[in-house]
T-cell receptor, first 111, second 112 residues
Framework: GQQVMQIPQYQHVQEGEDFTTYCNSS?????IQWYKQRPGGHPVFLIQ?????EVKKQKRLTFQFGEAKKNSSLHITATQTTDVGTYFC???????????FGKGTRLHILP | EAQVTQNPRYLITVTGKKLTVTCSQN?????MSWYRQDPGLGLRQIYY???????DKGDVPEGYKVSRKEKRNFPLILESPSPNQTSLYFC???????????FGPGTRLTVT
């Protein structure tokens, strides 16, 4: 079936360093959403990207949607301990009317 | 407060003993889904429902049943649980035409 590949699976960074997670698809996506799941918590919606080349920012978080709408990234500038968690991308597959999740990137912050 | 609730939050059971995990949302959302989350495998969709009495299989439906008799409720039924169904389960909902999903707090199920 259709898949959304997310890398890396794990990332350890020193507090204050930047972090990026990537999602890639072999097919064109209608849109893509990003979620954050804190340890022990449930996924919480962060943002949705719809347009080709779209860039959105939320404080230290920058989200991008590729020009071909086949990839997306989430970049965190100057990580803080509150950024710890797993970040998921999720893409809406128009043909199947389904939302497919990437496997997530678990971010661990070293103090 | 707009929310998705799940019960129970934690459950330990034995192989073969039927169980139901309830899910309810108060946002009048059309779409509801069940996911299971396992280490290294991310969130995998079990079943979803587009509206009352309309359900469809997700990626890992084997061993599960669902029903959608009311718009707000979407229970997950395990007729004969097995140890490989030990997992963290999430219910989620969203309105038709929108793709932001609201997740419940999760149900941690252990089948021995």
């Amino acid at each position: 079936g259709q898949q959304v590949m997310q890398i890396p699976q794990y990332q350890h960074v020193q507090e204050g360093e930047d972090f990026t997670t990537y999602c890639n698809s072999s097919t064109t996506l209608s849109n893509i959403q990003w979620y954050k799941q804190r340890p022990g918590g449930h996924p919480v919606f962060l943002i949705q990207l719809v347009k080709s080349g779209e860039v959105k920012k939320q404080k230290r978080l920058t989200f991008q949607f590729g020009e071909a709408k086949k990839n997306s990234s989430l970049h965190i500038t100057a990580t803080q301990t509150t950024d710890v968690g797993t970040y998921f991308c999720a893409a809406y597959m128009n043909r199947d009317d389904k939302i497919i999740f990437g496997k997530g990137t678990r971010l661990h912050i070293l103090p | 407060e707009a929310q998705v609730t799940q019960n129970p939050r934690y459950l330990i059971t034995v192989t073969g003993k039927k169980l139901t995990v309830t899910c309810s949302q108060n946002m009048n959302h059309e779409y509801m889904s069940w996911y299971r989350q396992d280490p290294g495998l991310g969130l995998r969709q079990i079943y979803y429902s587009m509206n009352v009495e309309v359900t469809d299989k997700g990626d890992v439906p084997e061993g599960y049943k669902v029903s959608r008799k009311e718009k707000r409720n979407f229970p997950l039924i395990l007729e004969s649980p097995s140890p490989n169904q030990t997992s963290l389960y999430f219910c989620a909902s969203r309105p038709a035409g929108y793709y932001e999903q609201y997740f419940g707090p999760g149900t941690r199920l252990t089948v021995t």
